[in-house]
């Protein structure tokens, strides 16, 4: 791993001092990740390496390196553009010249010419032949005219409307006229209303909250299982506060989060299952507050 680590820095020292980019194999990106895989895994085997502070270290140097064939593969695309489509001298003329820059990765390959396609298309769009048949376009479209409506003849919507009037009145004047209804006293009238026996409700017994974590195959109220794993990771994971005894390097936690540096009498907060390694070496003690 110090090897690899070593060409991360020369690769980086070449990219910064020359305007090209730096000789790397066409795996280059690929061994990256495996090689900030195998100190993730090392720091978490050992919490009180120096593997910390160099997985930090890679991964700024990795990603400057990456950011500046950015910038000069995207420098290299715009002049060899400019070169090769020529605006404003008559007809747009498009004559790539050959000029790809050296030492690309096939992945950065697809990513140079994928620049010279969306430039070219924007140059195509901004020409004057592009604008001029554009205004033409909008020239040659006629609009369809517009016909008069004859309001003497009724439409079929006016003829159903006028039926369903007409049968309406018929419907009103074959209609039979109400009859009063014949008056009653009001003793008639006034009835006592029924008195009815408020349903008696019986309270059932609560029995008493049973402990599920007692039997590892239980199950809740709703008939479904108990995850005792995920309520065992969940407190692993869960923030605690710890007073630190001695002066110790980055840690990388569960969380995947780099904790410290450490110093003595410090008060920091990280993951249960980490601070448990404090407390297992005698270098901190969990503080409440």
Same mark, same amino acid.
């Given at each position: 791993?110090?090897?690899?680590y070593?060409? *991360?820095?020369k690769?980086?020292?070449?990219? !910064?001092? /020359?305007?090209? %980019?730096?000789?790397?194999? $066409? &795996?280059?990106?690929?061994?990256i ?5 195998e100190?993730?895994?090392?720091a978490i ?11 930090k270290e ?12 950015e ?8 002049v ?9 001298t008559?007809?747009?003329q498009?004559?790539l ?7 690309l ?6 990513f140079y010419?994928s *620049?010279?396609?969306?430039?070219k298309?924007? !140059?195509? /769009?901004?020409? %004057?032949?592009?604008?001029? $048949? &554009? ?18 003849i009724?439409?079929?919507a ?7 009037v007409?049968?309406?009145?018929d ?22 209303p029924?008195?009815e ?12 909250p049973?402990?599920i ?31 630190v ?7 990388v ?10 110093r003595?009498?410090?008060l ?13 070496n005698r270098?901190?003690?969990q503080?409440?507050i």
């Amino acid at each position: 791993m110090d090897q690899f680590y070593q060409e *991360l820095r020369k690769i980086q020292k070449k990219e !910064r001092n /020359n305007a090209t %980019l730096a000789r790397v194999e $066409d &795996d280059f990106y690929t061994r990256i990740h495996v090689y900030l895989d195998e100190l993730r895994q090392e720091a978490i085997r050992d919490p009180f390496s120096n593997v910390h502070g160099m997985l930090k270290e890679a991964q700024i140097i990795a990603t400057e390196i990456c950011e500046r064939r950015e910038h000069k593969i995207t420098d290299a695309a715009v002049v060899n553009i400019h070169r090769s489509y020529h605006l404003f001298t008559g007809k747009p003329q498009f004559d790539l010249v050959d000029t790809t820059p050296l030492n690309l990765t096939p992945e950065e390959e697809k990513f140079y010419f994928s *620049l010279i396609d969306n430039l070219k298309n924007h !140059r195509h /769009n901004i020409s %004057l032949e592009k604008l001029s $048949d &554009d205004d033409e376009k909008e020239k040659t479209v006629i609009k369809p005219k517009e016909t008069q409506k004859n309001t003497l003849i009724p439409t079929p919507a006016e003829e159903n409307q006028e039926d369903e009037v007409l049968n309406r009145l018929d419907e009103i004047s074959k209609a039979k006229p109400i009859k009063p209804e014949p008056r009653q006293p009001i003793e008639k009238q006034i009835r006592k209303p029924k008195v009815e026996a408020a349903p008696i409700e019986v309270k059932q017994k609560e029995e008493p909250p049973k402990v599920i974590e007692d039997n590892p195959n239980a199950f809740d109220e709703q008939d479904e299982f108990y995850d005792f794993e995920s309520k065992k990771v969940a407190r692993d994971t869960e923030l605690v506060t710890m007073l630190v005894f001695d002066e110790i390097g980055p840690i990388v936690g569960v969380d995947e989060k780099v904790y410290g540096p450490f110093r003595p009498q410090d008060l920091v907060t990280l993951p249960l299952i980490n601070a448990k390694v404090f407390f297992k070496n005698r270098k901190g003690r969990q503080v409440k507050i």
